[in-house]
């Protein structure tokens, strides 16, 4: 890939994945998105550390509980502000569709839809609840930085590594990623990731920190993996919402395993 390649990729993510305002690609095609799903795991490291900012300066002061819990609610919304709902959104239509119980095709159809569902708001709460108590359990200064920062990378691995499932529509953002990254691509992402972990956890806590966080790591990439795997059984493959879905759910999963 030469450099003006992985410059278009970069942009094409930080376009497709953010609200941060760059200049796009002119022409998004399958070739140029499904190379912007490998910047997708350096966009949270860029998220992830400006929502830890926002965490540090919210619980800075006198530690206490509810400041810690101001701290977390605040990352997060960032985190939402600065994709601009966009993973959220999936989410809920995830919740939608798949709790609806129906054929592939009718399930499709109420992800479609413009509104969301009593199962959509209660998937959206319930992970929302548990990403912002989670992170708030953590104790502050660098292991909350370092936790927030694992799971919003770990998240988009495992939506990249999603990518080798099949579209199930023709349309939309799932369909120009979906089954078009290399095997390869995927398991050196993977492997970026928990050799990452390895320092990182050293760093901020010496080994029980670092065996932590490899496990938390790949419990996240495991529940990405297994609703891609449900998403590919009752929906036929992959869409949008689903890697939506899939980040934040692995997002939730990974700050959830840190604390218990």
Do not use: C, K, N
């Given at each position: 890939?030469?450099?003006?390649?992985?410059?278009?990729?970069?942009?094409?993510?930080?376009?497709?994945?953010?609200?941060?305002?760059?200049?796009?690609?002119?022409?998004?095609?399958?070739?140029?998105?499904?190379?912007?799903?490998?910047?997708?795991?350096?966009?949270?490291?860029?998220?992830?550390?400006?929502?830890?900012?926002?965490?540090?300066?919210?619980?800075?002061?006198?530690?206490?509980?509810?400041?810690?819990l101001l701290g977390?609610?605040?990352?997060?919304?960032?985190?939402?502000?600065?994709?601009?709902?966009?993973?959220?959104?999936?989410?809920?239509?995830?919740?939608?569709?798949?709790?609806?119980?129906?054929?592939?095709?009718?399930?499709?159809?109420?992800?479609?839809?413009?509104?969301?569902?009593?199962?959509?708001?209660?998937?959206?709460?319930?992970?929302?609840?548990?990403?912002?108590?989670?992170?708030?359990?953590?104790?502050?200064?660098?292991?909350?930085?370092?936790?927030?920062?694992?799971?919003?990378?770990?998240?988009?691995?495992?939506?990249?590594?999603?990518?080798?499932?099949?579209?199930?529509?023709?349309?939309?953002?799932?369909a120009l990623v979906?089954?078009?990254?290399?095997?390869?691509?995927r398991v050196a992402?993977?492997?970026?990731?928990?050799?990452?972990?390895?320092?990182?956890?050293?760093?901020?806590?010496?080994?029980?920190?670092?065996?932590?966080?490899?496990?938390?790591?790949?419990?996240?990439?495991?529940?990405?993996?297994?609703?891609?795997?449900?998403?590919?059984?009752?929906?036929?493959?992959?869409?949008?919402?689903?890697?939506?879905?899939?980040?934040?759910?692995?997002?939730?999963?990974?700050?959830?395993?840190?604390?218990?």
């Amino acid at each position: 890939m030469t450099g003006a390649s992985r410059t278009s990729a970069w942009r094409a993510a930080l376009s497709l994945f953010t609200v941060i305002p760059v200049r796009a690609p002119a022409e998004l095609d399958a070739d140029v998105t499904a190379r912007a799903m490998f910047w997708l795991p350096a966009v949270g490291l860029l998220l992830g550390l400006v929502a830890a900012a926002g965490l540090a300066i919210a619980a800075a002061g006198r530690p206490s509980g509810p400041r810690q819990l101001l701290g977390a609610a605040v990352a997060v919304a960032l985190l939402a502000a600065l994709t601009g709902g966009l993973h959220l959104d999936g989410l809920a239509d995830t919740g939608d569709g798949l709790g609806s119980r129906r054929p592939a095709a009718d399930a499709l159809a109420i992800m479609r839809r413009p509104d969301i569902g009593p199962l959509g708001v209660v998937t959206l709460v319930l992970v929302l609840l548990i990403q912002v108590t989670a992170l708030a359990a953590v104790p502050r200064g660098w292991p909350a930085v370092a936790a927030l920062v694992l799971a919003a990378v770990t998240g988009r691995v495992a939506a990249v590594l999603a990518t080798g499932a099949p579209a199930a529509r023709p349309g939309g953002l799932g369909a120009l990623v979906a089954g078009r990254t290399g095997q390869a691509g995927r398991v050196a992402t993977g492997l970026v990731l928990l050799t990452a972990v390895v320092p990182a956890g050293l760093a901020v806590g010496g080994r029980p920190a670092m065996l932590r966080g490899l496990a938390a790591a790949l419990t996240g990439l495991l529940a990405g993996g297994l609703l891609a795997r449900t998403a590919r059984r009752r929906l036929g493959g992959m869409t949008g919402d689903v890697f939506g879905a899939i980040i934040e759910l692995s997002t939730a999963v990974v700050l959830l395993a840190l604390v218990i």
